[in-house]
């Protein structure tokens, strides 16, 4: 089982912190923001990790080198800079993935979704569904959602929709139409989803989309008192 978390933005919205630092290494109760995804992936009994990078990727190079100071192995997907977006730069790490479906990871996000469930999933994906995706209530700052949820699987359009976490299951044949370049992941998971290829399911524990200072702040807050804990 492989799992692939996104490091390769460029985090705007945090800058002048990320100026100098990828948003990913941007310490969080004690650890680095990545170190909590790779922590709980380990927890979850996912070794093998592929991490893409773009802005400031040598930084994360020389912190995290080949993972075995975390008890994994961890396999660079380098993109360069300006990096490849969302499903460029996964459709790039393809080769490093293999065949089997694999989890991702959106590298500036926090959550308490169960991956040792998520990677299940994933073992379990029945053949004709290209994605399973883990859906969050909308937070403040993204009211309007992303994709709507019914009878477990992912609906396109719909009176109500919910959040994209970040985290889902990915069948690389998702990508088979997809050339080299820069696009983003979203339009060909509407796709999947119009074609009935793509299930979903709501998580209501905790989420937090750490993309702004204040935001940083509440996930601070939130582990802080847990920091000894991976989540």
Avoid: Y
């Amino acid at each position: 089982m492989k799992a692939m978390i996104l490091a390769a933005g460029r985090g705007e919205r945090m800058r002048p912190l990320t100026d100098h630092l990828p948003k990913p290494l941007i310490p969080v109760a004690g650890r680095p923001l990545i170190g909590w995804h790779l922590a709980a992936l380990k927890a979850a009994g996912i070794d093998e990790i592929v991490i893409n990078t773009g802005w400031l990727g040598d930084r994360l190079h020389q912190q995290l080198g080949d993972g075995r100071a975390f008890g994994l192995s961890i396999a660079w997907s380098d993109e360069g800079w300006p990096a490849l977006e969302t499903g460029g730069g996964i459709h790039h790490a393809l080769p490093l993935l293999g065949a089997e479906p694999f989890l991702l990871v959106n590298g500036d996000v926090w959550t308490d979704v169960p991956l040792a469930a998520l990677a299940d999933r994933a073992r379990t994906l029945p053949a004709q569904d290209l994605a399973h995706l883990v859906l969050v209530p909308n937070p403040p700052h993204h009211p309007r959602g992303d994709f709507g949820l019914a009878g477990g699987r992912m609906i396109p359009a719909c009176a109500e929709s919910f959040t994209f976490s970040g985290l889902s299951v990915l069948r690389p044949e998702l990508f088979a139409d997809c050339t080299a370049g820069a696009f983003p992941l979203a339009p060909l998971l509407r796709d999947a989803a119009i074609r009935g290829r793509v299930s979903a399911e709501l998580h209501a524990g905790q989420w937090l989309d750490v993309g702004t200072p204040e935001r940083l702040a509440a996930l601070e807050s939130l582990l802080s008192p847990n920091q000894e804990q991976a989540r």
